[in-house]
């Protein structure tokens, strides 16, 4: 059972910036979609970004386009999201999601809380 665990969120001010950060217990190498979902008070999941192998990544809204990137780093099994220009309505638990063809993990989510 792969277990995924998220870090970096936190309280951030408005135009500031988080690095989130999702570690997998195993090898991501068999995941062939990895992404960020993110689920805001009173609002259902929506997608933040997600890059699948030998894709570009690609991101939920023009807006996080601009401001988001996902990356991933496979010799240390992390999937990470650099967010920049953060606006209260990102205010929301950040979920790390990772895929293969058979099966689908999520982790515990972290908060992220954008305030001045």
């Known amino acids: 059972q792969v277990q995924l665990v998220e870090s970096g969120g936190g309280l951030v001010q408005p135009g500031g910036s988080l690095r989130l950060s999702c570690t997998a217990s195993?090898?991501?190498?068999?995941?062939?979609?990895m992404a960020w979902y993110r689920r805001a008070p009173g609002k259902q999941r929506e997608l933040v970004a997600i890059i699948n192998s030998g894709e570009n990544p690609k991101y939920g809204t023009d807006s996080m386009k601009g401001r988001f990137t996902i990356s991933r780093n496979e010799s240390l099994n992390t999937v990470l999201l650099q967010m920049n220009s953060l606006k209260p309505d990102d205010t929301a638990v950040y979920y790390c999601?990772?895929?293969?063809?058979?099966?689908?993990?999520w982790g515990q989510g972290t908060q992220v809380t954008v305030s001045s």
């Open positions: 195993g090898s991501i190498l068999t995941f062939n979609r």
């Open positions: 999601f990772a895929g293969d063809i058979l099966y689908e993990y």
